[in-house]
């Protein structure tokens, strides 16, 4: 693993994640860099259909679509404002919009944002991480959908 690494005998051995895996283990990572790429950005189903998006960044932007949340429909009823008040409610107005938007993003229950990680729509997979109480890498399970075959 040293001579991997690019190391001597004595030189210390500090390695991030990444390098576990690939290096240390010969484990490759791309599939997990994948799977989060399509959860928070690329999605496996119509990013623009709001019953199908799966992906965060998806669901935002079909809530920035609504105009409700539209910043410029926001301030056209603030066009004779003074300017104190005006940067008050736009400031309030945009970010009661992007409570909206972040909302529907779908960040915590994942209704919709889901069945992404894996290809395949398997929703398994393994890789190599630091567990902070044993001081050591650990392969663990990559599950989405319920308990891996």
């Not at 990444?18 to 189903?45: I, K, P």
């Not at 909302?103 to 992404?116: E, G, I, K, Q, S």
């Not at 929703?123 to 891996?148: M, S």
């Amino acid at each position: 693993m040293r001579r991997t690494l690019g190391l001597g005998e004595n030189d210390r051995v500090v390695v991030s994640s990444f390098t576990c895996n690939a290096v240390c283990r010969s484990f490759s990572l791309d599939s997990m860099f994948a799977a989060v790429g399509r959860h928070e950005a690329f999605g496996s189903r119509d990013s623009l259909d709001p019953s199908v998006a799966n992906r965060h960044e998806a669901r935002r932007q079909v809530a920035a679509r609504d105009p409700v949340n539209d910043p410029y429909l926001i301030l056209e009823s603030f066009v004779h404002a003074s300017h104190r008040d005006l940067r008050e409610v736009v400031r309030w107005s945009v970010w009661e919009a992007d409570q909206r938007i972040s909302a529907f993003a779908d960040p915590t229950l994942h209704t919709y944002v889901r069945d992404n990680y894996i290809v395949g729509g398997q929703g398994c997979g393994e890789a190599w991480v630091f567990d902070e109480t044993a001081h050591a890498y650990q392969k663990i399970r990559l599950d989405q959908n319920g308990p891996c075959p």
